[in-house]
Nanobody
Framework: VQLQASGGGLVQAGGSLRLSCAASGSIFSIDAMGWYRQAPGKERELVAGVTRTGGSSNYADSVKGRFTISTAKNTVWLQMNSLKPEDTAVYYC?????????????????WGKGTQVTVSS
């Protein structure tokens, strides 16, 4: 199973970016997907997460009202508006689910490669 993230880039403060992350491969089921971020010298932090059906989502306090997470068909998007320089980080998507693994099922969290988001002041 692979998670392919895209959509990062350089944007001015106040601008917008939309990240996407698609899961593909031997997927049995996905329970939740979301995004973490890690800025230089800081720990990785949860940005937003959403359940498979999209019925429940949660956000870091620092992004509430600015970021919106959505999901459909093994893909998760993060719409980021009113970006601030402090949003600069590498963003990592994750998927919590169950995967086909040879002769059995494996439940775990998978991570995508990070995508860089840089917000200039």
């Amino acid at each position: 199973v692979q998670l392919q993230a895209s959509g990062g880039g350089l944007v001015q403060a106040g601008g917008s970016l939309r990240l996407s992350c698609a899961a593909s491969g031997s997927i049995f089921s996905i329970d939740a997907m979301g995004w973490y971020r890690q800025a230089p010298g800081k720990e990785r932090e949860l940005v937003a997460g959403v359940t498979r059906t999209g019925g429940s989502s949660n956000y870091a306090d620092s992004v509430k009202g600015r970021f919106t997470i959505s999901t459909a068909k093994n893909t998760v998007w993060l719409q980021m508006n009113s970006l601030k320089p402090e949003d600069t980080a590498v963003y990592y998507c994750y998927a919590d689910g169950t995967w086909y693994n040879v002769s059995h099922l494996l439940t775990s969290r998978l991570w995508g490669k990070g995508t860089q988001v840089t917000v200039s002041s």
